[in-house]
Every structure is written in structure tokens, then in C-alpha cells.
């Protein structure tokens, strides 16, 4: 390097990485290249020379870098060379599938006063996946030379040379169309030029420095900070003024690569892009997106009733049913409290649960395919518009949402709200979204108490428990934020074909963790409640749980529960919300052998009090490990205390006006 | 340019970077890499499900649902 020699011209070659800079290098220079490190640097250096058209020129490979500020070793390198070396023109490759990207290196070095060449490499790539670049257009409004290349191809890289070569010999034809800023940073730019005028070392250019200190580059304010404090104190008050300057800049360059993109780049208008425009512009609607969103949670319930229902009667009269036969007939030589205890216990309560399988399955399936195709985050995101819509506010919403899963996550979820009433406020009514042990419960139950329309009720208690969370939304919102104002930006995927190894992965996953609880709380549960409805006369009408369930009827009658053991079933819902199930399998198996859970239930409650049971169910007491969350997050107890007092509220006023306007309607 | 895309995060709500990118006419590409630069910035924060922050202490984690490639980021000055 050093001085220029007539004939050899220096030439920079710029570029990000992965642009395919290095291919472009060896491509050029074959063997004729010295590799070495940058001097006291770690970076490499490479250094090539070779003629063109009879001219000896000096190509200096500069490190591959995004940008050309001081944050990086790379990028001081790269800048440093430009302004100490002064090559005679700066070739800049660009990735034609990362345009935007790439062009952003192209507005920095275009506040040095070096000619640049553009090189668009792989537009064989781009032009495959439909991305169309008009070289001509492109170059008219850059005002600068653009080459197409296939640079692995050595297609086009003569004639960037020629480019090069033209421009180095005629620097004066150099006009580019360079980023603008806003009046007032033009003037206070032009203010700063001036009073840097002469006061900066000569090699330094006097835009290139304003600018840099404006954008506050740490090594160029430092550089005036220390070589000319006299200056400094001149231009530090015109910095303090405009200190949002920075976005104008950056806002500049980033409305100048727009240009640029819509002025010469034809984007894709066939395939997945279109496709996923196509369903967007219904799923993503502000009114169809929410008609859609409804529909889809309408067809989940339906394709699992449909599927799940066959699946469940045959577990059950087919594995369960024979399963406790035979353990009946193995263990009757043992103590009749122990045959008991396995039978009527552990397999009517568990064992039901067991039958659950089906119902999850399909579920958990169908969850997983509308989230791998990338439906799901379309639903959130019509959820939340239409939520905010409501006045709902949108922070507590994006953890709520993850309740529809379990509402442990919704729980640990509102950690991304730092304003501790809304967070507490999120907490208490994230038990509100249904979870998916509340669903399972609610469509095993459903179609035992109702013949016809069991899909539209379930549909319509969650509905309403949607309803309610509305409405405590607009409460948290007007109450906790006051019109706080918050954002979010999604990215939404592109929609693509499910992949059966995710879904059943998705699938697995989720059955093993429902085993195991069946295995471990849920079989505990089944035989404690066996042995209190066992103690203490071996009489399940006078027994313990009996007198507990009795004391509390008068509570129960109020919303139609005349039956202890159903208000049993909803207390034991507590430890986890499966239990229900499992006691109502052991309190309902007495002398009805050979029937499925959902045929003894039938017609043990009149269609009011099972509508107000099942809401009840909705919005009972959060489940012991969603407490012991609260507990966690909120650190005290007495959050705890009033998310069980509130639960307990809501639930009744619930089942009440529920058992009472079924009583009005209904004959 | 920023400062159009930063006036439209202001307004409260949620916003999809194709929606971004048609009320500033430029490419979903663009906004990315705007909304990175933001980030960057300290203007808008991604909010990690995954590997960071709540999702860590779950003991659900393994079962909780998310698109590992999605981001979504929320403004926060």
C-alpha cells in the first residue's frame, strides 16, 4: 500500500458477510495474493494484485462487516483503511437475496467522498426464489455503477472491473444520490463542518466526522474530546440540542434503501409469500379473523367429540370395565377394603381418568397442527387486536393466552409486566382461561349430562368464561393501567405444511406429563377419597366424606346440587382439576357394573343443576399448583387467599344465576 | 424513517411487521431489520419465551407451545 504509483490503483473491496466478498477476492486475484494480518490487529488481511486492461491494480480485501461504526474491531478496520489509505474506488458486494440488509453498508461508506461500485452477487440465487433486481433502474437511481455477478460462476466480475477501472480514472463523474437528513440536522451539520474546517487532521473528511459525531461514534468523539477540547466545547452544545439526531440519520439511510428496494426490486408474486398473503388478509381480518378464530375453536370441540367419544366408551367398557372385573375376581380372597381400595379406588377414579387419553390425544393434536402450520400465532394476534378492542390491555393478554395451555405458564408468563398491580391483577384472573384439564373435564361431562348439543355448550362455557374475562379486562385496564400505552410487533411465520414428527412430539410430550400426574396426585386422590368414602362404617352413604358433602348441601342446593357427591367432586377439583372426574368414577360405581362413567351419570341432575355444576366447574378454585405459582411469584400469602376467595365467589354467583335462569327458561 | 415506524409502535396495541410494512410502504425485510436496529437501540425489547426470563422456571417448559423462530418484540420508550 502507501503512496499511489500512476498506473496501480487501489481498490477496496467492501461488503457484509456471507455476501460471497472472498469468492469475488480469490475470483479476481487467483494466486496472486499476499495473506497476512492487519498491522498489531488479529484480523486477516488479504491483499491481492493483477492487471486489468493493462492497469496494475491493488485490491485490498477490507473485513466483512455490517456496518461502519466503532463498535467492533472489523469495523474500525475496515473505516480506518478507507480514510488513511484513500483507495481510488471502494468495490461494495452486495447479496441480491439480502438487499435491504446489504444496502445499509452502502449508505455509511457513502459518506466518504470514495467512488463505489456496486456488485450484486448471487442474483441466480435471487432470481430462483422470484426476486427480481433491475440492474439499469437500480443504477439510475443510486447514481452509481451496479454490475449483476454470479461471482462462483465468474459471470459479471470483468465487467465490475471495467466499471472500476472507469470510475477510479474519472472520480469527477462520481455522483451519487446519497441519504438525506431533515433541515435542521442539515443546518446544525453544515454548522458543525464549519467550525471542524481545518481543525481535524487533513486525512479525516469533515461530513464524515459531523455525521459520526452526531450518530455519537464513541471513537470519534473521543478523538475531539482529546485532540481538540478547544473544539469540542464548541461542538458539544450544538450535540446536546439535537441528540436525537441519530434516528434522523439512521431513519434517513433506512428510507433510502425503500427507495431503492421499490424503485428496482421486483419482490416474489407466486408461492408460499402469496399464499400466506392470501389466507392473512382473512385470518389476520380485524372482524373475519375473529369469526375465523371462533369457528376453528368450534371445530376443535367437534372433531373431538367426534373422534374422542368412540375411543373413550371403548376404553372404558372394554379395558376399564373388564380390567376391574378381573381384579375384583383376583382379589377376592383378600380383606373387602383392599379389593376395594383397587377397585372402587384406584380404578374407578384413576382408571376413569385413564379414559381421558383419547380426548387429549385429538386435542393435543389438533392444537399442534394449527400451531406448526402457524395458525396460532395468527390467533393470537387477532385475539389481541380484538381484546384491545375491548379494552383489554394487551401486555396481561400475551401471558393469558399461554393459560389456554395450563395456567401455570399464564402465571410465570406476567413477569413481562413490570407495573405490579396489573401483574397482580393478571395473576389472579389468569385461572379465568381455560386450561386444558378444565377442558377435558368439561367435554367428558358435557355429553353425559346433555343428549344433544353438547358441542355448542361446551362451546358456550367457554365462551362465557371468555366473557368474563373481557370484562375483568376492561376493569384491569381502566382500574390498574389508567391508559397506559403499550405495544407490541409480532412477526407472523409464513403458513407451511404441518410436520408429523413436531405434532407427535407435541402429542407425546403432553400425554406423558397427564400419565404421570394420573400416576402420582390424581391416583393418590382417587384412594384417599375411597377411603373417607369407606370410613368409617364401610357405608359410602354415612360415610366421613358423606357428612363433609351433606354439611355442605345447603351451599349446594342453592345451585341445584342436591347430591353430596357432586359437591365432593368439585371440592376435590382443588388438588387438580382431573379429580372431579375420578371422584365422581368412585362415588357413582356402586351396583351400575358394566355401564360407562357417562351412563351412570346421566339423569343424576336435572339439566339446570348439571348446566350450573359445569359452570362451576369453569370457575371454581384454581388448582393447588396454580396456587403454589401465586404463591411464588407473588411472594405472599395473602394473594393466594384472595385468588381462592375470589374463585369461590365467582363460582357461586355463577352456578346461581346459572341454576336459576336454566329453571326460568327451561320446562 | 425510524421515526415513522417508532410514531407507529407508539400508538398502543398489537402490530404485525406485515402491517408495519404496508403503512410505511417498504418490504417486511426492511421493517426486520429496522425493528432490529430498534432493539439495538433500546427502543423495543424482544420478549424471549424460551430461553430466558419466565419460561426457565417452568416446570411446563418442555410442553409449553411457541414457535421457537417467532419473535415479538414490545416497545418499551
Redesign the interface.
Known sequence: MGKKVKDSITIALAGQPNVGKSTVFNMLTGLRQHVGNWPGKTVERAIGKFTHNGKTIELVDLPGTYSLTSNSEEERIARDFIIREKPDVIIAILNAT?L??NL?LVTELLNFPTPIVLGINMVDVSEHSGIHIEAHVLEAALGMPVIPLVATKNQGLHELMDAALLLAQNPTTFKPNRPTMQSEHQTVLTKMMSILAGNIPHLYPKEWVAIKLLEGDAEITAMIQNKSPKIWKRIEPLLMQHEDAY??I??????W??RM??AS?T?PKAGVITLT?RI?RVA?HPTWGVILLFGALGLVFWLTYSLANPFMNWLDTLLIGPLSEFMRSILSATRAWFSGLIVDGILGGAGTVITFLPILVIFFAI??IL?DV?Y??RAA?VM??FM?RMGLH??SF?PLF?GF??S??AI?????IEERRARILTILLAPLVPCTARMAVITFLTPAFFDRGAILITWGLVVVNLVILVLAGVAINKFAFKGA?????????LYHLPNLKTIGL?VW??IL?FLRKAGSIILIMSAIVWLFSYLPNQNMEKSLLASLGRWLEPAGKLMGLNDWRYIVALLNSFIAKENTIATLGILFSTNHEGLTLAARLAGTLTPASAMAFLVIQMTFIPCMATLAVIKQEMGEWKWVALSVGLYLLISFIAGISTYWIMNLVTV | MLEKLLNLLREEGIKSVRELSEKLEITPNLVLFMLEDLENRGFIRKINFRSNSPCTKCPLSDLCQGNKDQRVWVFIK
Not at chain 1, 410465570?412 to 413481562?416: A, P, T, Y
Not at chain 1, 400505552?485 to 411465520?493: Q, S
Request: with cysteine; aromatic share 8%; charged share 25%.
Open positions: 439480502a435491504e440488509r445499509y434516528l434522523d439512521a431513519g434517513g439511510r433506512y428510507k434503501i425503500g428496494m421499490r426490486v419482490q398473503d392473512d389476520t392444537i399442534a400451531e402457524g396460532m400465532a394476534y389481541d387486536r384491545h394487551g401486555k400475551l399461554l395451555g395450563c401455570v405458564p410465570m408468563g406476567s413477569r413481562i400505552h403499550m405495544a407490541f410487533i409480532m412477526e407472523l411465520p407435541f410430550r403432553n406429563s
